[in-house]
């Protein structure tokens, strides 16, 4: 049955059709009959008027590609089967067939692909990774706000100018102390308005000298417009400046808890996102399946695309499953040494790091490879389905009935 099923959708056909039109000769009994069902074979708006009137065709452009298709296809077999004047064995078999095509052509078809619901499960449990999710992040930005509600007054060291910062030797604070003490807080920000603003002067520096370079001249345009972009960046550290070096403690705590309730906001932000996503994923499935059911006349108007579709899955798999191969073949290369007492000792060539490395990234290649393919297939293919398989005018008109009769 299942060989059957991938015969229709495949468009499959035991016979030519060409068969058809040349089985009589004009004036056999049975010439009118055949001459009918060679029309029955011809229906498919997938069979050119030039061929047909050559009469040539192939088995591909037999099926029917619309509902109206399938209906004169039915006409024509049924009036070829009554038009039959002599018993013909070969000429039943090929109605029989035609008759089942019309058949299935009527009825439903699950379309959906296991290896591309897999592909869509392993997604959304990839997701999180791939979207840099933080399980942590909203509890520590929670704790970095509980952590200013707590501070305690101290004083702050203050500088009157730029150059004195920039001679000073204040420090920053890895970020999961920056919000431990107001000190930490206050002095990591002077900190990097003082170190942008030397960078920039770096920069500029350096443009200025390539742009008195004659080797460089082929670009100076793109010095020029990144030198602009040091003096913003410059004018930005010393606005900066200004904006700090006035503040006294309660003005620093009320920056750094909105800094810090910022950070929450967008630790929860990115998680409901990360979530969002996974639930689409998850819902597409289902959505998936009930998108993939067409009829039989459906599958055949969209063979052709479909063959590029199946092309592109099983080169996803191809690469996916190359990459693989490749990451599993690669073995690691031991120096044995054998010594006077005859003992011997094994230890790496020097290049087990390297081939790790390698490894690691040819097994998430592939594994994102065939997620990628996999996702974009049941995307397509969940929205070419709604649109293609389901009357969504006759159901909008039934709504728009039962609305109007309420």
Request: proline residues 2%; hydrophobic residues 40%; aromatic residues 10%.
């Amino acid at each position: 049955m299942k060989k059957e099923k991938n015969n229709m959708e495949d468009g499959h056909l035991s016979f030519d059709p060409e068969q058809l039109k040349n089985a009589t000769q004009e004036g056999h009994p049975n010439d009118e009959a055949y001459e009918l069902l060679w029309e029955a074979t011809c229906v498919s708006s997938h069979v050119d008027d030039v061929d047909k009137a050559a009469g040539s065709t192939s088995e591909d452009n037999v099926y029917p590609t619309t509902a109206e298709e399938v209906d004169r296809m039915e006409e024509l077999v049924n009036k070829a089967a009554h038009a039959l004047k002599e018993p013909d064995s070969e000429f039943s078999q090929r109605v029989h067939e035609l008759r089942d095509i019309i058949a299935w052509s009527r009825k439903r078809h699950w379309k959906f692909n296991w290896r591309i619901i897999a592909g869509a499960i392993l997604s959304a449990f990839l997701l999180p990774m791939l979207l840099g999710s933080n399980p942590d992040a909203k509890r520590v930005a929670a704790n970095n706000v509980h952590k200013v509600e707590q501070w305690q007054e101290v004083e702050l060291v203050h500088f009157d100018s730029f150059e004195e910062l920039l001679k000073s030797d204040i420090e920053s604070v890895a970020d999961n102390a920056l919000y431990d003490t107001p000190t930490n807080w206050y002095n990591t920000r002077l900190y990097f308005a003082g170190w942008s603003y030397a960078e920039a002067l770096k920069e500029i520096a350096e443009c200025e000298q390539n742009l008195n370079d004659e080797s460089q001249e082929w670009r100076h345009e793109q010095i020029k417009e990144w030198k602009e972009k040091q003096e913003d960046r410059k004018e930005e550290a010393l606005e900066r400046f200004d904006d700090l070096k006035d503040l006294d403690y309660e003005d620093v705590k009320e920056m750094a808890l909105e800094e810090a309730e910022d950070r929450v906001s967008a630790a929860k932000a990115a998680d409901a996102f990360v979530n969002f996503i996974i639930i689409c994923f998850v819902m597409m499935i289902p959505l998936y399946v009930f998108a993939t059911r067409p009829y039989g006349y459906m599958i055949s108007r969209y063979r052709r695309e479909a063959k590029y579709m199946n092309k592109l899955e099983k080169f996803g798999l191809w690469l996916s499953g190359g990459m693989l191969s490749v990451a599993a073949s690669i073995k690691f290369v031991d120096i044995v040494t054998k010594w006077s007492d005859g003992s011997t000792t094994r230890e790496d060539d020097g290049t087990g790091p390297a081939r790790i490395a390698i490894q690691v990234v040819l097994f998430v290649g592939a594994v994102l490879v065939f997620c990628c393919v996999s996702s974009f297939l049941m995307i397509y293919a969940t929205i070419t389905g709604l649109y293609r398989n389901y009357d969504w005018k006759a159901v909008k008109h039934k709504v728009a009935n039962l609305k109007g009769a309420k």
